[in-house]
Each structure stands twice: as C-alpha cells, then as structure tokens.
C-alpha cells in the first residue's frame, strides 16, 4: 500500500523567495516519487522525478527535490520563485516494481500562489 | 513528444445522458488511465487498462465503465450522467516495461458539468 501527504493544500510566497513545497511518502517498498504541476485549465506536466538514483533530483524550471528515507519525505524546492511558477503541484509515489503496469498514487495537491 | 489527446475540453450534459470522453494517445503506449480530479481530493484514479480489451478498476470506478478497442484509444463512459460526476476528467498513458516507473503522461483535461 502506498500514500502521500502535501502538508498546505495553499501555500503563498512572494516573487523572488524560497519556495518550499512538502510531501510525506508512505510506501511498503522501495518507492519512485514524482512531483507534476498543473497550469491553469490544462494536464498535469512532469516536474521531476526520483527512480532510486541520486537522492537530490534536479527538474525543470529550476526545481529540485530531494530524497530523504529517514524521514519519508520528497519536498519540493525553488531557491527564487517567479510568477509564472503560480500553479498547482502534486505528489506522487509508486512502487518500485519491476514488470510494468504500474500505478501511481497522488496528493491532494498544493497551490502555489506568487505575489510582487 | 508524447502526445495523449482529450476529444472535448469542455462538455455540458443533462442528467441521465450518456456521455463518452475519448483519449487517444501518439506514442504506441501500453498503459492508460482515466483519473478524476476535485479540489482537495487530487486525483483518482477510475479505471486502467493494460492491453487492449483489458480493463481493471481503480479507486473509484462506480457509475463509470470503459472500453479499449485499440491500443491508442481508451473511452470512458457515464452510463447516466448525475450531478455528483461534474469534475475534471484526465487521461493519462505509460509503457508498460520492466523497467517502468509508472510516469505518467497526461490529456489536458475534460471539464464536465452535469445539469
């Protein structure tokens, strides 16, 4: 069984600050995590993702997340944000089996609001 | 790029109606999925399919069927439109490998408003 908590379904900061997003993982093996956002009226979009390799992973728009076991965690990270990083962003985890087919389980979502 | 299409963005239907979302995807992918997506509740997952005419619920899949007739293509349909299924549908696809992490790739998304 797997699960995943975002700490904050609203989180605001202004432009040009850290943004720091959580995610608690809970997984009965060895997990792959995901984070996605999601634009306004549009899909959800792949941000970056942890498949058992390096544990600070680095994605698109200068996010980066990093691994933590002991903690369970995989908070998500920008050292500046901008405007137009004001979205949606979900959590995701699912186990790391191998044989395909798998599923994965998502947060509740956190929205991510940028003010000047 | 890997292309998963959503036939409607925005759909109005009446309650008791059939509705049918469809989904295709570009990218010869095994995989795909229907969620449904609420405020505060995320996605859920409906239904998935592995194979063509292979289908299997997910967490949520009472008032819902689907169907995969080909590879490319995965339908969902509301037998009965109700009120309580006015949500955003999204579609999703992904290899099926043993190597596969379960990434997803996503449709933008169908808004549906039953009346």
């Known amino acids: 069984a797997q699960s995943v908590t975002q700490l904050g379904s609203h989180v605001s900061v202004s432009e040009g600050a850290l943004v720091l997003l959580r995610c608690n993982y809970s997984s009965s093996v060895p997990p792959y995590l995901f984070w996605y956002v999601q634009y306004p009226n549009q899909g959800l979009q792949l941000l970056l993702k942890?498949?058992?390799?390096?544990?600070l992973v680095k994605g698109i728009n200068g996010f980066e997340a990093e691994f933590k076991k002991s903690e369970t965690s995989f908070h998500l990270t920008k050292p500046s944000a901008h405007m137009s990083d004001a979205a949606e962003y979900f959590c995701a985890v699912s186990p790391s089996f191998t044989g395909g087919g798998n599923k994965l389980t998502f947060g509740t979502g956190t929205q991510l609001k940028v003010e000047l | 790029d890997v292309k998963v299409t959503q036939s409607s963005r925005y759909l109005v239907k009446r309650t008791g109606e059939k509705v049918f979302l469809e989904c295709v995807q570009d990218m010869d992918h095994e995989n795909m999925f229907w969620y449904r997506q609420d405020p505060g509740l995320g996605l859920r997952l409906i239904y998935f399919s592995y194979d063509v005419k292979m289908k299997e619920k997910g967490d949520i899949p009472e008032g819902y069927s689907v169907s995969r007739e080909k590879k490319e293509r995965f339908s969902l349909i509301l037998e009965s439109a109700s009120t309580n299924q006015t949500s955003m549908y999204l579609c999703?696809?992904?290899?099926?490998?043993?190597?596969?992490?379960?990434?997803?790739?996503f449709g933008e998304g169908s808004r549906l408003t039953v009346l």
């Open positions: 999703a696809s992904s290899f099926s490998t043993t190597s596969n992490t379960g990434e997803l790739f």
């Open positions: 942890y498949t058992s390799a390096a544990t």
